[in-house]
């Protein structure tokens, strides 16, 4: 049986398959507040022409308007790749608790590989666990480069 | 007579002026491309009930609109306190080549202040320059403060 983790992780893995079908790099997030998804986002960096449109800055974007503030307290954020420096930045400004993510980043990831940023003092430390359904976060961006390359 | 860099900050300051008078943190920027302003912003977090209506953030957005590709290469960021690590994550995945601040944060700034991102190993290094006009853009935040404990 699947860890909650791991079911939270699953809907990720959904949105990012929609990204992966509109030709984005495929990565999906959902913000969880008390067993109940506020948020949810896709990268669309590609469709939507802009910089800013990351899953995770979409799902947040998304709690802010359903849970009506800025401040996303009680909040966890599951993503499928871990978060570049722009998102990380965004989870400590909307004061989200814990974030749990698939995929390592080494060139960009920012909860640990490039530099945690939540270990730095800034005014809030969200927590970070990566790796979770991992083989398949990181197989769906793998399988959309090679294809991008054929 | 003031150079460029202080003509632009003005411009900054008079968009950080509009958020003081909305009862939001007075912070303002602008983004530049080829003597043209094709961005403008400022902060509307607590109007906007969202953690990601920074000044940079906004302004960022409305370059990409106006340039029509997430690509912002070519363009400078004007902004009147020194970015925090999501607006420096933005200013990186943006492609922005040069941010000029005014001042320094210390409990956020993410150009030098708690560290400076644009020195990681991302895939993209802006350079980054402070203190322009400095005493107006902190005098216009300590301002603000000291009315808001009035």
Known sequence: MENQ??????QALELAAQAARLGEVPVG?????????????????????NALS???????????RT????????????????????CAGAIINSRIDHVVFGAYD???GS?????NLFELPYNHFPTA?????????AGMLSDFF???RK
Chains 1, 2 share one sequence.
């Open 111 to 115: 909860c640990g590989s490039v530099i």
């Open 106 to 108: 080494k060139k960009a």
């Open 146 to 148: 090679k294809q991008l």
């Open 5 to 10: 983790y791991e079911l939270y992780m699953r």
């Open 29 to 49: 997030a959902l913000v969880v507040k008390n067993g109940r998804i506020v948020g949810r986002g896709f990268n669309r960096r590609e469709g939507s022409k």
């Open 67 to 86: 849970l009506g503030g800025w401040r996303l307290f009680g909040c966890d954020l599951y993503v499928t790749l871990e978060p570049c420096p722009m």
């Open 129 to 137: 666990m990566g790796g979770i359904l991992q083989q398949e976060c």
């Open 54 to 64: 990351h899953a995770e800055l979409i799902a947040i974007d998304q709690a802010c």
